[in-house]
């Protein structure tokens, strides 16, 4: 793992891709380097499907903050069902990835209800996916 950004901070959360390009957008034409985490976004475990952060360099935090506050206050009405952003991801339609909630490790071989390696206790969905996934791929 190399360090590709300087700090970077979250920012803010918003709830889809596009709010989070709109706002990156901005803040780069305010002359402040944003980038988006997790969505489809390679390289990153999204935190939570459907839930995108925006990152911002340590020291560009607090204008980013100012910039933040414009944006929302200034922020057109945009109806988002209008706006084209190719084809729609069905959330429902994820397909299950068989690795610790917590820390990501690889729970296909599992059979506990532990992660062996942080200890997070699966949820009963998850279980029962995760025994689904090892039926359906043994
Ligand atoms: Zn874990």
Redesign the pocket.
Known sequence: MTESHNNPVVLTSTASEPEAAVLIAYLRDEGVPAEMMGGLTAGFRAEAIGYVQVLVRAEDEAHAKTLLEAFNRDKPEIDWSQVDVGEPEDMAEVPFKPT??????D?RGTIANR??????TMNADFEHKLRQFQKDTI
Not at 115 to 120: L, T
């Open positions: 610790c909630e917590q820390c990501g490790y729970l992660c062996p390696e942080c200890g997070w």
